[in-house]
Nanobody, 118 residues
Framework: VQLQASGGGLVQAGGSLRLSCAASGSIFSIVRMGWYRQAPGKERELVAGITSSGTINYADSVKGRFTISRDNAKNTVYLQMNSLKPEDTAFYYC?????????????WGQGTQVTVSS
């Protein structure tokens, strides 16, 4: 599974960005895709995730501001980020979990930088 993330950039506080993550390769049995982020000096944390059945979860810090969605025809997951805050500044990584019957394997994209200026 290959994951290609795009859409990061520099935006002022209160602005919006949309991240995209396109999956390719052996995408059969991907059960969940999500976005994580990592700020300098901090651990990587979950931002939002969406399962193949459509179940969604968000980090408390982004609830009401970020929306995750997926386009199954394009094998792409999106993260719409509104009302951005300087504390949202981080490297954002796309993630996919694939079922192999007896277990799961996690794949990571290369990430994209999001910088929110105050």
């Amino acid at each position: 599974v290959q994951l290609q993330a795009s859409g990061g950039g520099l935006v002022q506080a209160g602005g919006s960005l949309r991240l995209s993550c396109a999956a390719s390769g052996s995408i059969f049995s991907i059960v969940r895709m999500g976005w994580y982020r990592q700020a300098p000096g901090k651990e990587r944390e979950l931002v939002a995730g969406i399962t193949s059945s459509g179940t969604i979860n968000y980090a408390d810090s982004v609830k009401g501001r970020f929306t995750i969605s997926r386009d199954n025809a394009k094998n792409t997951v999106y993260l719409q980020m509104n009302s951005l805050k300087p504390e949202d500044t981080a490297f954002y990584y796309c993630n996919a979990e694939k079922s192999y019957g007896t277990g799961y394997r996690t794949y990571w994209g290369q990430g994209t930088q999001v910088t929110v200026s105050s």
